[in-house]
């Protein structure tokens, strides 16, 4: 019943492990671990599941350098059928405008998509701008805050669950369209052992350029990016204030009623 089921894998670095370069005002990230943004794993554990129960073909696609091959190659471990990484020089420093840019133009290479699932914010960026900005490149609608893909329609309709303060509600969205998956919603499967050695060893991974892409680099990197970081600043958190209260317990319950007065 479906066709292509487009995952967006983003390869973040460990947060406890990151720092700022203050020169150059951006992520250094040569010195940390990395791996699959968390919410990313619960968009494809969704599509992994879409797949199973109507069919169609879950490719993943990531923008980075060369490197992030093997993180790349577990998403097909976990039962991706296809990935592709976008990776050019000129890339480097995007925000989200033409990091949405890029990944839009991808999709439309790729093409017979139905659904495309990402997930809500990166750990390194947190903007969560990314996915209703394909949406607006693409044309199509979004919707943020997905829990679940309740059902999929003859129709061409989906029932999405999505998460609101105090509980969720069901919307109704026409194919194709873009869906920010939340954090934790599901519990993204264990890698098969055996896919994971063949997707290691034989699986063939396609990397497009921005040629492939037919994209300008002045439409990317620093050149194409409308926000830049004009300053780094550390916010050190507020001291606890500290005071030892001494007396009988009359006098510590005023004591402690006065203080309270003053800080209600």
């Known amino acids: 019943m479906l066709r292509n089921i487009i995952v967006l894998l983003k390869i ?9 370069n203050p020169e150059t005002k951006t992520v250094d990230r040569s010195k940390a671990r990395n791996e699959i943004n968390e919410a990313d794993k619960n968009a494809l554990e969704l599509a992994l599941k879409l797949k199973e129960k109507y069919g169609g073909k879950v490719i993943t696609l990531s923008m980075g350098p060369p490197i992030w091959d093997k993180y790349i190659r577990l998403g097909v471990a976990m039962g991706a059928d296809d990935a592709i990484l976008v990776s050019d020089r000129a890339l480097a420093g995007s925000d989200t405008l033409p990091t949405s840019l890029t990944l839009a133009t991808a999709i439309k290479k790729i093409g017979d998509y139905d659904i495309i699932l990402c997930g809500e914010e990166s750990s390194d960026g947190g903007t969560g ?16 805050y997905v829990s679940d893909i309740v059902e999929i329609s003859q129709d061409g309709w989906a029932t999405v669950k999505r998460t609101i303060k105090g509980g969720h509600e069901l919307v109704k969205i026409k194919l194709p369209f873009i869906a920010a998956v939340e954090l934790g919603s599901n519990k993204p499967r264990f890698p098969d052992f055996r896919r994971k050695r063949w997707a290691e060893r034989e699986f063939q991974l396609k990397i497009w350029s921005l040629q492939d892409l037919g994209l300008e680099p002045d439409k990317v990197g620093f050149k194409g990016s409308k926000t830049i970081v004009s300053e780094l600043e550390e916010v050190k958190p507020a001291e606890r204030r500290k005071e030892v209260l001494s007396g009988d317990l009359d006098e510590l319950a005023r004591k402690l009623y006065e203080i309270l007065k003053e800080n209600i």
């Open 12 to 20: 973040v670095p460990k947060p406890e492990e990151v720092v700022f």
């Open 129 to 144: 701008q990314v996915p209703p900005g394909i949406g607006g490149w693409l044309d199509i609608p979004h919707v943020t």
